[in-house]
T-cell receptor
Framework: GDSVTQMEGPVTLSEEAFLTINCTYT??????LFWYVQYPGEGLQLLLK?????DKGSNKGFEATYRKETTSFHLEKGSVQVSDSAVYFC????????????FGKGTRLSVIA | GAVVSQHPSWVICKSGTSVKIECRSL??????MFWYRQFPKQSLMLMAT?????????EQGVEKDKFLINHASLTLSTLTVTSAHPEDSSFYIC???????????????FGNGTRLTVT
């Protein structure tokens, strides 16, 4: 079945450091790929998405590129802030019928000043 | 934007009692809602898919008699944890599809989750 593997945390960075959270996937079809963020005490929010190969999703300084050849969707940000501290989930969804999201385990990011 | 309200945000109950969690789509109609469970340091695991007006479809390993799901209207789905036990303590999140796009392209919107602690 479909699955998502993302790097385990926690990840601790200093403010303004470069962030990469790796995510790879396995899917039978051609999925859409997502990054969700869960801030402390809150629900999941969509951070960015990409629906086809070579698409780049971006939002709030975060970027991720859909790489079909490596089945990856790594999340990057050039300069993190304390407010970026959260848990980040990589997810996929195969657009066929009534399909839910398949999530990775989540990566906790802590940014210190 | 589309909002999903989940209530309660946290609940503590005694072993053997039942707890109901509500998931409402506030400004859109959600024909489909998904219920997830999040274990500590693990991923969100899909429990069931709920379609308005029909029986929920449960994932393998999820006890349908223990986790009762009702989706009686286009804006409300409920998850009832019956005869709760400490091992049911977890974070439960609902997701509703709708509020734009068509069919499978409709976006998914998440509630804020419910932290259940069974003592």
């Amino acid at each position: 079945g479909d699955s998502v593997t993302q790097m385990e945390g926690p990840v601790t960075l200093s403010e303004e450091a470069f962030l990469t959270i790796n995510c790879t996937y396995t899917a039978t079809g051609y999925p859409s790929l997502f990054w969700y963020v869960q801030y402390p005490g809150e629900g999941l929010q969509l951070l960015l998405k990409a629906t086809k190969a070579d698409d780049k999703g971006s939002n709030k300084g975060f970027e991720a590129t859909y790489r079909k050849e490596t089945t990856s969707f790594h999340l990057e940000k050039g300069s993190v802030q304390v407010s970026d501290s959260a848990v980040y989930f990589c997810a996929l969804r195969t657009l066929s019928g009534n399909t839910p999201l398949v999530f990775g385990k989540g990566t906790r990011l802590s940014v210190i000043a | 934007g589309a909002v999903v309200s989940q209530h309660p945000s946290w609940v503590i109950c005694k072993s053997g009692t039942s707890v109901k969690i509500e998931c409402r789509s506030l400004d859109f109609q959600a024909t489909t809602m998904f219920w997830y469970r999040q274990f500590p340091k693990q991923s969100l695991m899909l429990m069931a898919t709920s379609n308005e007006g029909s029986k929920a479809t449960y994932e393998q390993g999820v006890e349908k008699d223990k986790f009762l799901i009702n989706h009686a209207s286009l804006t409300l789905s409920t998850l009832t944890v019956t005869s709760a036990h400490p091992e049911d303590s977890s974070f439960y999140i609902c997701s509703a599809r709708g509020g734009g796009g068509q069919g499978a392209n409709s976006p998914l919107h998440f509630g804020n989750g419910t932290r259940l602690t069974v003592t």
